[in-house]
Nanobody
């Protein structure tokens, strides 16, 4: 069974850091493009970052550029989203998603084949 499982969310103060993990089972992440999305209460889900399968190129939305970094550990079959200097407006449920073809279209996967269940990130003092 193909599955994505996110972890690492939590409550953090403004200016703090978190690292989210997206672990895959049933398929190999390095052959897929993986994207991170987020959805805040009352808002639409939006793309945040994407890492392609071919050369590991990474892309980030302007709102998180310089603060968020997406990376991949092939040995652990896991993609990470390192978030620093967090702001209250980063509060959302964060989801990872897989494009089994392997392409990013900017900071989102070209297509979405699988979603994770999401992990809550709350930035508040």
């Amino acid at each position: 069974q193909l599955q994505l499982v996110e972890s690492g969310g939590g409550l953090v103060q403004p200016g703090g850091s978190l690292r989210l993990s997206c672990a895959a089972s049933g398929f190999t992440l390095r052959n897929s493009a993986i994207g991170w999305f987020r959805q805040a209460p009352g808002k639409e889900r939006e793309g945040v970052s994407c890492i392609s399968s071919r050369d590991g190129s990474t892309y980030h939305a302007d709102s998180v550029k310089g603060r968020f970094t997406i990376s991949r550990d092939n040995a652990k079959n896991t993609v990470y989203l390192q978030m620093v200097n967090l702001k209250p407006e980063d509060t959302a449920v964060y989801y990872c998603a897989a494009d089994l073809i392997g392409f990013c279209s900017g900071y989102v996967p070209l297509t979405i084949n699988y979603w994770g269940q999401g992990t809550q990130v709350t930035v508040s003092s």
